[in-house]
């Protein structure tokens, strides 16, 4: 019963985060924007926001067991290595929180270097603008595939149930925040960003230049970046002048949602193909 009210209020909490902090991101950006758009707002949230739809549904019909309800299944039945041994709670919830942010790290990291995965992931990077609603852009596949490895996670390690759902707020309101179209004060943004992800340090990662879009793949702690070489402070041209998304994408179309579904069918799959800085110096986006 215990298990079940956390699994409730986690989901209630985690509703109150998600949708709060959208309207939070939406009236903060509304007011101070970091960068101009380039695409038109209104055609880009109506794709970005109906594949978060589409994502919801997806992965609650195929997937019912979601993280937190995979914990309660998992202690329920004392599934998973941390239900099997014994130890203090507050180590328990730290190895949860590294279990689950490292593994988010390193399928970030597979959904750029494998190929097959890229072609999934790649519809997420062709957002020609970045704002809050870029952290809701995934193709469901991709979804169904990161979820299905996140819960095989928590069976398998059994991680208790109140970390999981503490992770999980966490982590929707690191998203959002991330990948929010704002700016906060230098000093602010380098204290910060040695415990989370700030929207200047992931921008990086939406740049059209190789070496920055693949780097800074870190969920909420910048750690796993700073740990495994990753790490990069800065565009190379600066924060206004850089170009954000993927060059064979710019056709506005590819912000409607059709199209965005039908992403990873179009053209090749080797890996992102990005442009030089040569080519990125040419001009901004």
């Known amino acids: 019963m215990r298990d079940l009210d956390l699994v409730g209020t986690g989901l209630l909490i985690y509703a109150c985060i998600y949708f709060g902090g959208i309207a939070w991101m939406a009236t903060w950006e509304g007011f101070a924007r970091r960068r101009a758009l380039v695409r038109p707002l209104r055609m880009r949230w109506l794709g970005n926001f109906g594949v978060t739809l589409i994502d919801t549904l997806a992965v609650r019909a195929l997937l019912p067991f979601l993280s937190v309800g995979a914990a309660s299944f998992a202690a329920a039945r004392g599934i998973g290595l941390m239900n099997e041994a014994s130890s203090p709670a507050a180590l328990a919830w730290l190895l949860a929180f590294l279990a689950l942010d490292g593994s988010r790290y390193a399928q970030h990291v597979a959904l750029h270097r494998v190929p097959f995965l890229w072609r999934l992931h790649r519809m997420h990077h062709t957002d020609g603008d970045y704002d809050f609603t870029t952290g809701l852009r995934f193709h469901p596949l991709e979804s169904l595939l990161t979820t299905g490895f996140s819960l095989i996670v ?132």
Do not use: K
Request: proline share 7%; net charge negative; glycine share 10%.
């Open 154 to 285: 928590v069976l398998v390690l059994g991680l208790p149930v109140g970390a999981v759902s503490a992770y999980e707020i966490l982590f929707a309101a690191a998203a959002l925040f991330a990948h929010g179209n704002v700016g906060l004060p230098a000093r602010v943004d380098r204290c910060l960003r040695w415990v989370v992800i700030t929207p200047d340090l992931h921008r990086v990662h939406h740049s059209a230049l190789a070496r920055e879009t693949h780097s800074n793949f870190a969920s909420v702690s910048p750690w796993w970046d700073r740990a495994f070489g990753t790490y990069r402070a800065a565009p190379a041209l600066g924060y206004e002048a850089m170009r954000v998304g993927l060059p064979e994408f710019t056709d506005p179309r590819h912000q409607a949602l059709a199209w965005m579904l039908v992403n990873p069918w179009l053209g090749a799959g080797e890996g992102p193909a990005l442009v030089s800085e040569a080519e990125a110096e040419g001009g901004t986006r």
